[in-house]
């Protein structure tokens, strides 16, 4: 079946640190990936996609590229702001199925 | 402004009882998910559904049924509470597509069994 696996937290960063959270799934066929944040009290909301090979999704300075050739959709940010705070998670969706399978989650600490 | 609306943020129930989480979104999506988040598993998917009346078993559907007669609406039963049911509970939508599209979570419903 499909699986997502990402690095374990949590992780305390500085601000304006170099921000990487590891994301490698296994799945048939060829899922669309996807980044979903956490933020304290709230549900999930997208932060980020992307639907085929070599394609990079981007949404608020964080940044991902789907990597067919290692399996990877690497989450990264140039500089984190204390407001990046939250738990991300990865995730996967498989075509024809519709269904999302998610990481077990990062929790980001941003600390000034 | 789309919407995944949980009826109860916060619920307290004792072991044996029934239990009943309800979902509504405003968006007209073809399928709606229950998912429980614990900490260190990350989101687990107990049901889901794709259209009115159908539903597909998710990852952990043991001690867990749906209900969805509406489109608008998902209800998550818990036929007998137990303590190891004690968990956040995420519902989420998202349009019928290629795989490709967004899901819209609600709030949560952290529900504790004592």
């Known amino acids: 079946g499909n699986s997502v696996t990402q690095m374990e937290g949590p992780v305390t960063l500085s601000e304006e640190a170099f921000l990487t959270i590891n994301c490698t799934y296994t799945?048939?066929?060829?899922?669309?990936l996807f980044w979903y944040v956490q933020y304290p009290g709230e549900g999930l909301q997208l932060l980020l996609k992307?639907?085929?090979?070599?394609d990079k999704g981007s949404n608020k300075g964080f940044e991902a590229t789907y990597r067919k050739e290692t399996t990877s959709f690497h989450l990264e940010k140039g500089s984190v702001q204390v407001s990046d705070s939250a738990v991300y998670f990865c995730?996967?969706?498989?075509?024809?199925?519709?269904?999302?399978?998610f990481g077990t989650g990062t929790k980001l600490q941003v600390i000034p | 402004d789309v919407k995944v609306t949980q009826s109860s943020r916060y619920l307290v129930k004792r072991t044996g009882e029934k239990v009943f989480l309800e979902c509504v979104q405003d968006?007209?999506?073809?399928?709606m998910f229950w998912y429980r988040q614990d900490p260190g598993l990350g989101l687990r998917l107990i049901y889901f559904?794709?259209?009115?009346?159908?539903?597909e078993k998710g990852d952990i559907p043991e001690g867990y049924s749906v209900s969805r007669e509406k489109k608008e609406r998902f209800s998550l039963i818990l036929e007998s509470a137990s303590t190891n049911q004690t968990s956040m509970y995420l519902c989420?939508?998202?349009?019928?597509?290629?795989?490709?599209?967004?899901?819209?979570f609600g709030q949560g419903t952290r529900l504790t069994v004592v």
């Open positions: 989420a939508s998202s349009l019928s597509g290629q795989g490709n599209t967004e899901a819209f």
């Open positions: 799945a048939t066929g060829y899922p669309s």
């Open positions: 992307a639907t085929k090979a070599d």
């Open positions: 995730a996967l969706s498989d075509r024809g199925y519709q269904k999302v399978t």
């Open positions: 968006m007209d999506h073809e399928n």
């Open positions: 559904s794709y259209d009115v009346k159908m539903k």
